[in-house]
């Protein structure tokens, strides 16, 4: 089995068996689209409401969703693909595997934004309305896409400026390192990974405990916002973990060589999947305003008259 997932990774040396591939498939597919059904529901019900369009907090979740979305459609192409196709242009893959870094990296600095409007919301209730603007909250999300299109852009113009013109026209195994080589890629893919880590933990943190010892009253608001903030840092945990990829892909291999594929496959459920299904229940059920409207949508579209 081969498998390839957002950062990604997965190799696999060993072969399944016909059954073991197709449940594996059939597992990966059901959860995809149950995670984007939801996610698609949730989108919907922010596109009908206007009240969501003027709160940062929503913009951003929305954004988050989309993105989520994003990442899990183009993991399952990878995955499937891995099975049927085994290799691809490396042109197609390389479109694929960039557009795959982008929405992994959004992920936790979107998260950090998230962190970050809550604390001042908890924490500076009276400026809430002057610093978090709809205006600023889009220039923020244009700037998260800025920083994840420098931290991969680098490994494209790596390449093209490396590699023989023949290499763009063969076909390859798709992964990120079969389409971006080159050694130093993978040095600097690494310091990237652990900038991100010290700078998103440390916003986590910083607003987790300042929301702690801010509000001294027990504020019902400041619980939830506390109790958001953990949830934020368990997501970003998840998808944080693809950065430890490599060495965990090694750790593995050591442990349980003869069950390896299956411990990866594991590994991509939890690491790849698992986090974009958490979202939906920060937002579509633990949210007070969002889960009233979302049950009114769900209401009309069980009961259109």
């Known amino acids: 089995m081969n498998v390839s997932s957002a950062n990604v990774t997965v190799v696999v040396e060993y072969r399944d068996s016909l059954a073991k591939a197709v449940a594996k498939n059939v597992i990966v597919v059901a959860l995809s689209i149950?995670?984007?059904?939801?996610?698609?529901?949730?989108?919907?019900?922010?596109?009908?409401?206007q009240i969501f369009y003027t709160n940062p907090r929503y913009i951003l979740f929305f954004h988050l969703v989309i993105n989520d979305m994003m990442q899990v459609a183009l993991t399952v192409i990878l995955f499937i693909a891995s099975y049927i196709l085994y290799k691809i242009h490396v042109s197609m893959c390389c479109i694929i595997i960039m557009l795959a870094l982008f929405t992994t990296e959004n992920t936790p600095l979107n998260l950090a934004c998230m962190a970050v409007e809550c604390y001042i919301a908890i924490c500076f209730p009276f400026r809430h309305v002057q610093i978090c603007t709809v205006k600023r909250t889009l220039m923020l999300i244009g700037l998260i896409w800025v920083i994840s299109m420098l931290s991969v852009l680098p490994d494209l113009f790596v390449t093209l400026a490396t590699q023989p013109l023949d290499f763009f026209h063969s076909h390859v195994f798709c992964l990120r390192e079969t389409v971006f080589p080159n050694p130093h890629i993978i040095k600097k893919r690494d310091i990237t990974y652990i900038v991100y880590l010290v700078i998103v933990w440390f916003v986590i943190f910083y607003t987790y405990f300042k929301i702690l010892f801010t509000a001294k009253t027990a504020s019902k608001d400041a619980k939830k916002a506390r109790n958001t903030i953990i949830i934020h840092g368990f997501q970003v945990l998840l998808c944080m973990a693809t950065y430890a990829d490599p060495l965990l892909k090694q750790a593995l291999l050591l442990w349980f060589p003869k069950n390896y594929s299956d411990s990866l496959f594991a590994c991509y459920i939890i690491i790849q999947v698992l986090p974009r299904s958490i979202s939906p229940i920060i937002y579509g059920i633990r949210d007070k305003t969002f889960r009233k409207y979302l049950k009114k949508y769900l209401i009309c579209k069980v009961s259109p008259q």
């Not at 939801?38 to 922010?46: K, R």
């Open 34 to 49: 149950s995670i984007n059904y939801i996610n698609a529901g949730l989108i919907q019900t922010f596109r009908k409401h």
